[in-house]
């Protein structure tokens, strides 16, 4: 992806199996940029499902889909 | 772009039925990343044991047997006889090896069986409602211990790496936990070792994963985590205790 | 063609030679009077086969130990007596419901409780309506001689693969110590489908074997699947008639009991008394449609066994309504004699 200057860089991306969270909110926790947010927005299992309040903060560090007991989360980079 | 992170093929990619923050989640992972490491997934046989883990054979991509509650170190030890050649672990919760299977685990270490046990000790009885555990702490309320455990009315809770590693047929016992980035990491490498000590033929290997049990604990996932980091490690400290590999054993955090 | 070789062997021995020669290559046992020269003679024997030989910590530690032996298809036993064969109870129930095969052997003595060393029958229910929770079955096979010990369990591997299920062998003190000459003939175990044993999931799907199903139906199916399975059993009935042919009186007995009744009823012949024997060897499944076609010739059985009364409740449910069933129990504590016996036979004859 090119930025609005030119510069060509790769975003680390995230990927959130929705159906699959339970909002327990240890990917949260884990991260260490503060990306995270359990967010308003339930599954249709009535749960609240987690996702990224700032995607700019991400590096791809992999700690949240470490944590996560679900495996609600793909990283790539 | 490659992916950093991917469910492990070991691991059937269906939902966990287990509660919103348990660990359980994680253990089965880290357990299969290690199947997939040593590529072990077509020669394993899990002996599964009566839980909240009950049904490995949902998750886990290899051949599992049912034991019934408390025995899976004694049905493991019959697979692991018959086919010694395949890799062979059970999966046991605190009752299931610390209060039924007390003996079956103690005397398949002093065998020297060469399979792997993988303990799950949430210090409480999950699947049937937080009851009180052999591992639940002491001032811990459960159910059945519904003043907190006091010494004089429900006895001392059980630590089990330390008793394995007395054993002398122990090749390797560990603790380790999963609440945070830095602990987890450790278990994947404990987790190698302790799989490592039955490839290499060295003896019996043991792993005890400190857990949280939010639903039974009555705490959120956060705080659960956080009870794991203190109080649990505090009455029982994770590390190696017994490593026949290395010199003198010394448990190394 | 010469004479076949006899051997003197004592009971116990002889159950664990019919298992090396059926292919057992697997032994799982606790010591326990009066059967430990089972656990004995496969500690030294079974190797030198390529077998292996575990003492447990535990009958049931023992009985898991078969299950995970015979989940990976291997041809595994473990032995006990009454008390111990209490404690496999829960494993047997296991087994039959993951439908994994395994021999059990129980060289019974007396009961309840610690009881006593001596023989007794008092298992009979224990072994024949399942002893373990849930509705489910083992075959049971009664041997009556050291002959008999051999053959009939070297037997009992085969139908436990055939069937994928548990096999009970019920003796009890008294075969198990006697010692009798017996022909070791060599045995060819038939090879069964073993393509549900779990051996590691290479060039297939994964595979489990369990007995939890808890989804909709899936239980009920899963316990008239078991039934069914029970009901082809009876392919498997076995059991001897003696001097019934023209007798007025049939007595009803099996194991070490029956072979004493062999006697008195040729004593009882001696007097004049038309007696016979109905010797059951499968007691489950027992041999009911064939005890019942005998009481529409003989009306009157008389079922001698040494306990207070339980294959008495078979006989009766077995033979035609209007046949007279006559009892006589001899709890644990001292072996009939024949003469004993005659006199209990002369009581209702």
């Known amino acids: 992806m090119v930025d609005e200057r030119g510069k060509v860089f790769l975003m680390p991306k995230l990927v959130f199996r929705e159906e699959r969270c339970k909002g327990c909110g240890l990917c949260v926790l884990a991260c260490p940029k503060k990306c995270l947010e359990i967010t ?7 749960y609240p499902v987690a996702g990224l309040v700032d995607p700019d903060r991400c590096n791809g560090c992999a700690l949240c889909a470490e944590m996560c007991p679900d495996l609600v989360i793909e990283v790539w980079k | 772009m490659k992916q950093v992170f991917k469910r492990p093929a070991t691991l059937k990619d269906v939902p966990f039925h287990f509660c919103p923050g348990c660990h359980h989640g994680l253990i089965h992972r880290l357990v299969a990343e290690a199947i997939d490491a040593y590529d072990l997934r077509e020669k394993t046989i899990c002996a599964a044991s009566v839980g909240c883990s009950v049904f490995m054979y949902d998750y886990f991509a290899v051949d599992v047997c049912e034991s019934p509650h408390g025995r899976a170190a004694a049905v493991a030890t019959g697979i692991k006889r018959a086919l010694p050649d395949r ?23 002093h065998r020297g069986e060469k399979f792997t046990i993988i303990f799950v000790n949430n210090a409480v009885y999950g699947m049937t409602g937080g009851q009180m555990a052999p591992t639940t702490l002491l001032g811990q309320t459960t159910t059945t211990s519904p003043f907190g455990r006091e010494p004089q009315r429900e006895g001392y809770p059980f630590r089990m790496a330390e008793l394995m590693a007395l054993a002398a047929g122990t090749a390797f016992s560990a603790r380790v936990a999963v609440n945070n980035p830095k602990n987890l990491m450790q278990a994947k490498k404990v987790l190698k070792r302790a799989f490592e000590a ?33 109080e649990m490690a505090r009455q029982f400290p994770l590390g190696i205790y017994k490593d026949i590999s290395s010199e003198g054993g010394r448990p190394e955090r | 063609m010469s004479s076949p070789k006899m051997e003197l062997v004592n009971g116990n021995e002889a159950i664990a030679r019919g298992a090396i020669a059926a292919g057992c290559k697997f032994y799982f046992g606790y010591p326990i009077t009066p059967q430990n020269e089972i656990p004995e003679y496969l500690s030294k024997h079974l190797p030198e086969v390529g077998g292996t030989f575990i003492q447990a910590e535990s009958e049931i530690a023992s009985v898991n130990m078969l299950l995970g032996a015979g989940a990976t298809g291997a041809r595994a036993m473990t032995s006990s007596s009454s008390p111990g064969i209490s404690l496999k109870q829960e494993g047997i129930s296991y087994l039959a419901g993951s439908e994994i095969p395994g021999v059990i052997v129980n060289m019974s003595r007396s009961g309840p409780g610690l ?9 009979y229910f224990q072994a024949t309506r399942g002893g373990g929770h849930g509705d489910y079955r083992t075959l049971v096979l009664a041997p009556f001689s050291v002959q008999e010990n051999y053959d009939l369990t070297a037997l009992a591997f085969d139908l436990a693969d055939k069937y994928r299920n548990p096999v009970v062998i019920l003796a009890d003190a008294l075969l198990g110590q006697m010692k009798e000459p017996i022909i070791l003939r060599p045995v060819t175990p038939q090879s069964f489908d073993k393509s549900w044993a779990l051996t590691g999931a290479k060039g297939r799907p994964p595979q489990f074997l369990k007995s939890l199903y808890l989804n909709e139906g899936d239980l009920t199916r899963h316990n008239w699947k078991l039934f069914q399975k029970y009901q082809q059993m009876k392919a498997e009935i076995r059991f001897e008639t003696d001097l019934t042919d023209d007798a007025r009186m049939v007595v009803v007995a099996f194991g070490s009991v029956a072979r ?33 076609r ?16 339980q294959m008495v409740e078979d006989v009766k449910l077995s033979v035609d309504k209007g046949a007279r069933v006559d009892f006589y129990g001899r709890p644990p504590g001292s072996i009939p004699t024949p003469d004993d016996l005659l006199e209990e036979i002369r009581k209702v004859y």
């Open chain 2, 198 to 230: 039955q490839l290499n033929g060295e003896g019996f290997s043991f792993v005890e994963f400190l857990s949280s049990c939010p639903t039974n604990w009555k705490m959120s996932p956060e705080q659960a985590n956080r009870r794991v980091g203190e």
């Open chain 1, 40 to 46: 308003k927005k339930l599954n249709n299992q009535g």
């Open chain 3, 115 to 123: 009881g006593g060393i001596s023989p007794s029958q008092g298992d």
């Open chain 2, 87 to 109: 890799f062979v672990f059970t999966y046991q919760g605190d009752g299931d090896l610390a209060a039924l299977g007390i003996a079956e685990g103690i005397h398949a270490a």
């Open chain 3, 294 to 309: 005998l009481s529409q010739k003989v009306d009157h059985f008389f079922v001698v066994e040494l306990n207070t009364g």
């Open chain 3, 260 to 292: 004493i009744i062999k006697t008195s009823i040729r004593m009882a012949r001696e007097e004049g008394m038309q007696v016979g024997l109905f010797r059951p060897i499968t007691l489950f499944p027992y041999p009911e449609e064939a005890l019942f």
